[in-house]
């Protein structure tokens, strides 16, 4: 259970991290490029700590397709970005891909 905490907790930085790079403008602001530094930084150390317990390709597979959908939402409400029905119906795959991956994979880290 620690190692999806730990995924967890990377998922979120890494989401913060991406999410406050539209805001660095060309490394001109540094308060969302320390976010930025800081964020990747802490994202990787976690996603380091989840593969002591989760396999790599479950953890990575978590990892990016939760991220997409979360920068993805993100972006929508800080950016009011665009997401247009193909983007919601990819956005509804990779979630349904990382629900099949959580219950039927039997190499989920349990």
Known sequence: MQ?????ALAIIAEVIATTALKSVDGLNKPLPL???VVGYALAFAMLALVMRSIPVGVAYALWSGLGIVLISLAAWLIYGQRLDTA????MALIISGVAVIQLFSTHNGH
């Open 3 to 7: 190692g999806y905490v730990f995924l």
């Open 34 to 36: 320390l976010l930025v």
């Open 87 to 90: 983007t919601l119906l990819g």
